[in-house]
């Protein structure tokens, strides 16, 4: 699965081809099935604790998985929006004045060029699991001091933290390479 040094450097930056739709699912399937593996891991280092300590170990990483993945959509939306959808809004405007031999991108239509500028800053964007990592982690680690478990609250604190900046980086890292799917990729 590694791919190292299979991108393509742009004006904009890396851009790492994706793995496919197939590809994709696959991966995001077995990220699923990390996040419970951190999570199971989780809960038996925190040791004897009570359901509710052992839920509240649990929920970070659900929370970087979900919200970052809806963030990375929805800043991945406004991208294309910014770059593509101006030029496809006017295009559909002007679509009753056509001339003959005016081509799609005379119209505000996007180019190869345009295409991987927007493909190149989608991928840099899934740096959205990161962005919700930070308050995640700092807010479970506090509430990791309030865990009655067999581990003093400072250690459980501290494991929360790592563990969750560590969930974050495998999320962006995974997603700026292009193994995680964004929606109504091409």
Known sequence: MSREGDFKETMHGR???????????????LTFL???AFTCAAVK??????????TLVAAPFFLIFFLGYALWLARARLIALQHIGV??????FSSRRRQEGRTGQAYGLPGPEKLEEVAVKVQIAASSFRVITWPVAILWAFLGFAVQAS????????????????????????????????????
């Open 15 to 29: 851009l790492y081809p994706s793995l496919g739709v197939l590809g994709q699912v696959g991966v995001l399937f």
């Open 34 to 36: 990390a996040c419970l």
């Open 45 to 54: 280092a925190i040791g004897a604790a009570s359901v509710a300590a052992q």
């Open 87 to 92: 030029g496809v809004l006017a295009a559909l």
């Open 151 to 186: 581990m003093p609250a400072s250690v459980a604190a501290a494991g929360i933290l790592i563990a969750c900046l560590l969930w974050g980086h495998i999320l962006t890292m995974l997603g700026r390479r292009g193994y995680l799917p964004i929606m109504g990729e091409e």
